[in-house]
Each structure stands twice: as C-alpha cells, then as structure tokens.
C-alpha cells in the first residue's frame, strides 16, 4: 500500500473515532437528598381511603376487557367491588351473604355481570 494511504486511512481512523466518542455532558442533573422533620407533617391528617369494612382480602378478580373494573373477597367484610381501578370501593353484597369470609372469586368470561363467590 502506499504510505500517503496508511497516512490519511490513519487519520480519519483516529478523526471519526473523535467524532463519535461519548462526550461528557455540560449540564449532568444533579441529585440531592432532603431529609424530612416532624414539623413537615404537621399539616397533614390522617384518612382512610380504603374500603371500610374490607379488612384482608382472600380472593381477587377482574373483568377480562375492562382494566377498571376488578373484585375482591374479604375476610370479614363480603364482596366489594371497583369500577374506578380501584380510587373507590363498594360492598355489592351486604345482606346477600351467609358467611363473612370469602374464599375464592371469579368473574364469568360469558357475561361479565355474573360472580362466582
């Protein structure tokens, strides 16, 4: 090979891995830790957000095509069930059950308004 090749194949070698090597950032994001006091929370209160009678839940289903709305058996408290993905829960079974505890709970594929409990 000529030696004016090796020369120029050399450096644009060397040039285009300049071009294309990882430079280093002007602005790196810079992380910081706050730590919190007593007096941050002191107006904040206390809520209960979560189904009021739920207690543990045994069992858990959803309805197949529709990602908001889902079931869930408790323990002490019958069948409750979300249309909001879960933001808020009703009891759909206060005076329809026997028992307090549920066991296992399924959403019917054929006709999504029939629960198997």
Same mark, same amino acid.
């Given at each position: 090979?000529?030696?004016?090749?090796?020369? *120029?194949?050399? #450096?644009?070698? #060397? !040039?285009?891995? %300049?071009?294309?090597?990882?430079?280093?950032?002007?602005?790196?994001?810079?992380?910081?830790?706050?730590? !919190?006091?007593? $007096? $941050? !929370?002191?107006?904040?209160? +206390? &809520?209960?957000? =979560?189904? +009021?009678? =739920?207690? &543990?839940?045994?069992?858990?289903? /959803? @309805?197949? /095509? $529709?990602?908001?709305?889902?079931? #869930?058996?408790?323990?002490?408290?019958?069948?409750?069930?979300? %249309? $909001?993905?879960?933001?808020?829960? &009703?009891?759909?079974?206060?005076? #329809?059950?026997?028992?307090?505890? @549920? /066991?296992? *709970?399924? @959403?019917?594929?054929?006709?999504?308004?029939?629960?198997?409990?």
């Amino acid at each position: 090979m000529n030696k004016n090749l090796l020369v *120029i194949l050399a #450096f644009l070698t #060397f !040039f285009s891995i %300049e071009i294309f090597a990882q430079k280093k950032k002007k602005n790196p994001i810079k992380t910081s830790v706050s730590t !919190f006091k007593a $007096d $941050d !929370f002191k107006s904040l209160k +206390f &809520r209960n957000i =979560g189904p +009021f009678r =739920g207690g &543990r839940s045994n069992a858990v289903s /959803g @309805v197949n /095509g $529709d990602n908001l709305t889902y079931y #869930f058996g408790s323990v002490g408290g019958g069948i409750w069930k979300t %249309e $909001d993905a879960g933001v808020s829960w &009703r009891n759909i079974t206060d005076g #329809f059950l026997k028992s307090g505890s @549920v /066991g296992a *709970i399924a @959403v019917s594929k054929a006709d999504p308004n029939i629960i198997y409990a």
